[in-house]
């Protein structure tokens, strides 16, 4: 007997598989293609506990696939542009792509000692030109088809950082996702991608299967309004100036009593009468230092300066006052509001903060009118229209459609759509990132590098100067360039994209990775795309997953895919916590590298002990005491494969013991195969524990050596190869089987067999015959007599009299004798 080594058996198997390419998904399969993409890493320095929690199950669930008789692409890569790169450079005087490179060597390693079946011909590396070519390839196809622009406007800005950043990558608080700084609006020129034309068909999700919360987040970001715009007027210096505004409630507009506009609208310093200049111009700087979060947050006190200015309403003819207010995003609507305190509740609070008048318009059903000098909040319900000229009397359910079809006919006004969703912002002020390809010609303005120069190589060497600008303005050798156009001296754009950007496309790439004439062919798309499965954190959300599926229907769009939606089902993990029940972090002092405990017990015992910790989208608390028990678990399987295979011929009879082991071997088969349908790998291992120790206690029968109980540790085996790939093949190769397990059918199960064998069970009272019941065999005496008592008709027969006796007959019958 041979004792479990997986220090031997791991290396010798990670080895072969990749000798004999057997994870790769050929392009010429007669399979059907199941493309299975998990959320590829940043190179950050080492697999993490969460990388393992994340790809173990993922990779547990693509062999399953491939066993199921698919032809599984599985692909890995790198997302390897970004600012831990750039920052780690400045910090240790190193080279961000040496730095890169060399955590990628890292990580490919242990994503070798993982055991996972990646298909490593198929990697990825974004950083490299192979790779970023066909990114800025894609950026001047979205700057052909006007998708692509540039503008001044006011971004982000970490201080901490030294870069804008996507709204996404703003934490509610205000603050910098990645450094915690204070964001604050800072205004440069910078490059555009439409994403906003898509806002209406990002809304839908038609045939895909996505969490309900994704979903809803996705829904909520993109933040689609349905109402009018008004335009309120006034006249400066004689001429006629026209302000629109977006309203949901188009049927409050006789209760406009004050007008609002963001503190940056262009119309501010016209508007502004020469007593209030100095007021307003106080605001506007202090507004300028505030996010946009804090602006909106509810909570906070209502802050506005009147400028001295006035609006007519164009529907009731009221002249109102004109306010500056933080509360105004000028990114949102038109960046002007028609103030209605009695029906919207920030309108009220200012208005009760400055003496505005609060004007009632709007009845909610089966209230009276009353004062609103006595309101203690807005009244934000639908209603009649009241106090509202020729509307009055216009019940709830017209209301929004007269007053907009009056604004149309009367030229003042139409119903619109608005969306929270902003263009996305792809301009970084940074070096580690792919160079847009622009070049700027005195002469010719802005033009796009010919595709046939691709890529723009982005310098391997830089210096970091705290300047706030991209590293690329101080490099001459990239900085200056020719005109494509005229051919005279120009310079070249220094900012770099975002690298959301890179990973809006990875997915595309892996179905052609080593194309160098152009980013996939028609071919290839057609072949395995979209994907079938993603899997990957929900922190993802609302930036990668909606700029991926924004890519895919641009492109669509420009004809170079046929498909609408990248993802078709999407799966996100839970976290793995620290055994405190706590988010793994360094502050916390509570973080357990993986790499100790593959080191001790092997990959596969570290790998079965993630699907274990609990329902893989929960998550759940990494306990190290606890990997002993899975450590045990598969020494135990190794050792009773080893003692108990019997090679040669076995006893092919057929009894009450072989055909127990051949329903617990269907039952088990049947389990397992329903887990790992739904993501359940914990119950899918309790299956499999439970079976071994079956096996285990029947090994010194007589039935260990019939052909049922060879089998069943055959099927055993199976099952738990997509979960613990090294032990499990090392055991078929021991136990005499050609090839693969990994290659092998997975095990089917007929339904008949799953169920227990039953026998009717004759019940007597006092040797009459009073009722039949159908019992599982094997059940034991102490559980018969528990079934009989419990029986209400037997109870009834029994009544008030005491069990004096109770015979089994095993397998028969049981006979109740009373005593009155
Ligand atoms: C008048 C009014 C009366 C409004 C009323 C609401 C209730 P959502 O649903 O989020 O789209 N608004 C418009 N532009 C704004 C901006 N740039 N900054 C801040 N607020 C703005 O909200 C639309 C409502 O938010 C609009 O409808 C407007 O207030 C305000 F009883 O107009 B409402």
Redesign the pocket.
């Known amino acids: 007997r041979t004792k479990y080594d997986p220090k031997v058996i791991e290396p010798k198997w990670q080895t072969r598989w990749e000798e004999e390419q057997i994870y790769h998904a050929p392009d010429d399969s007669p399979k059907p293609k199941f493309y299975h993409l998990v959320m590829f890493p940043y190179p950050s320095g080492d697999l993490h506990m969460g990388h393992w929690y994340n790809y173990s199950p993922f990779d547990a669930y693509g062999r399953f696939m491939r066993r199921l008789g698919y032809n599984v692409m599985q692909p890995i890569g790198f997302d390897a542009f970004g600012l831990p790169a750039e920052n780690a450079a400045i910090k240790r005087g190193i080279q961000a792509r040496d730095w890169t490179m060399a955590n990628i060597e890292r990580m490919r390693k242990q994503l070798r000692m993982m055991g996972a079946q990646w298909d490593w011909q198929r990697e990825v590396v974004t950083c490299q030109p192979e790779y970023y070519k066909w990114t800025q390839w894609l950026f001047l196809q979205f700057y052909k088809h006007g998708l692509a622009y540039r503008t001044r406007a006011p971004a982000n800005w970490c201080p901490g950082c030294n870069t804008t950043l996507a709204n996404e990558q703003v934490l509610p608080n205000g603050t910098c996702e990645r450094c915690g700084s204070t964001v604050i609006r800072k205004e440069i020129e910078q490059w555009l991608l439409r994403i906003t034309k898509y806002a209406e068909e990002l809304l839908r999700f038609d045939g895909i299967d996505w969490p309900e919360k994704t979903v809803t987040m996705q829904r909520n970001w993109i933040g689609r309004?349905e109402?009018a715009e008004i335009r309120f007027f006034t006249e400066i210096d004689g001429e006629r100036v026209e302000i629109p505004?977006?309203?949901?409630?188009p049927d409050?507009v006789y209760g406009v009593t004050f007008f609002v506009l963001?503190p940056e609208h262009p119309l501010v310093e016209r508007l502004t009468t020469s007593e209030q200049r100095a007021a307003v111009e106080a605001y506007v700087e202090r507004t300028r230092r505030m996010t946009e979060i804090e602006r909106l947050s509810t909570e906070k006190e209502k802050t506005g300066v009147f400028t001295g200015g006035y609006v007519i309403n164009p529907v009731s003819g009221d002249r109102v006052p004109v306010w500056i207010a933080d509360?105004?995003?000028l990114s949102?609507?038109s960046?002007a509001?028609?103030g209605?305190p009695a029906?919207?509740q920030r309108d009220f609070e200012f208005a009760r903060k400055f003496g505005l008048p609060i004007r009632q318009v709007i009845l909610p059903p089966g209230e009276e009118e009353s004062d609103p000098a006595t309101w203690s909040e807005a009244k934000?319900a639908y209603g009649t229209m009241i106090n509202s000229g020729p509307f009055t009397g216009t019940p709830a359910d017209q209301a929004i459609r007269r007053v907009i079809s009056y604004l149309e006919e009367q030229g003042i006004g139409q119903s619109k759509v608005?969306y929270r969703l902003r263009d996305w912002l792809i301009s970084r002020q940074r070096y580690w990132g792919a160079p847009i390809p622009i070049i700027y010609c005195p002469k010719d303005g802005t033009v796009p590098v010919p595709e046939d120069q691709l890529p723009v190589y982005l310098p391997e060497h830089v210096q970091f100067k705290p300047t706030g600008e991209s590293p690329l303005r101080y490099e001459p050798a990239f900085l200056n360039t020719t005109c494509p156009k005229c051919g005279g001296p120009a310079t070249r754009e220094v900012d770099t994209m975002d690298t959301f950007i890179c990973s809006s496309w990875y997915f595309l790439r892996y179905a052609d990775p080593h194309n160098d004439q152009e980013a996939w062919s028609q071919e290839a798309i057609r072949r395995w795309l979209p994907v079938d499965q993603y899997v990957g954190g929900a922190e993802h959300a609302t930036m990668h997953l909606l700029y991926a599926r924004f890519f895919v229907k641009a492109l669509r769009d420009m004809g170079y895919l046929h498909f609408d939606e990248p993802f078709l089902r999407l799966y996100h993990q839970g976290m793995v916590l620290g055994a405190d029940g706590q988010k793994m972090s360094k502050s916390r002092g509570n973080v357990e590298a993986p790499d100790k405990y593959v080191e001790k017990y092997g990959a596969d015992t570290v790998r079965c002990y993630m699907m274990f910790i609990g329902p893989f989208d929960q998550g759940g608390s990494f306990k190290a005491e606890n990997l002993e028990g899975v450590w045990r678990f598969l020494n135990r399987v190794w050792n009773l494969v080893t003692e108990s295979w019997v090679s040669g011929t076995v006893s092919e009879e057929e009894n009450e013991a072989t055909r127990a082991i051949e329903r617990l071997r269907h039952k088990t088969i049947k389990r397992v195969t329903e887990d790992l349908h739904h993501f359940r790998f914990n119950t899918a291992l309790a299956a499999l524990m439970e079976m071994n120790n079956a096996l285990i206690k029947q090994q010194h029968d007589p039935v260990a050596r019939t052909a049922a109980y060879r089998q069943a540790l055959e099927t055993m085996m199976q099952l738990l190869a997509p979960m613990a790939p090294h032990i499990t093949e090392e055991l078929w190769e021991m136990t005499g089987h050609q090839g693969s397990i990994h290659l092998t059918d997975w095990p089917q199960y007929d339904e008949a067999l799953t169920h227990d064998e039953t026998f009717t069970l004759v019940v007597q009272v006092n040797g009459r015959v009073r009722e039949r019941l159908e019992v599982p065999v094997e059940t034991p005496e102490e559980e018969i007599r528990q079934l009989v008592l419990s029986n209400p008709r037997v109870a009834a027969y029994i009544g008030d009299a005491s069990v004096e006796k109770f015979i089994y007959v095993p397998g028969r019958i049981a006979n109740v004798v009373t005593r009155p």
């Open positions: 309004s109402g505004v977006f309203t949901t409630r409050t963001a509360y105004v995003l949102y609507g960046g509001v028609m209605v029906h919207d934000t608005t």
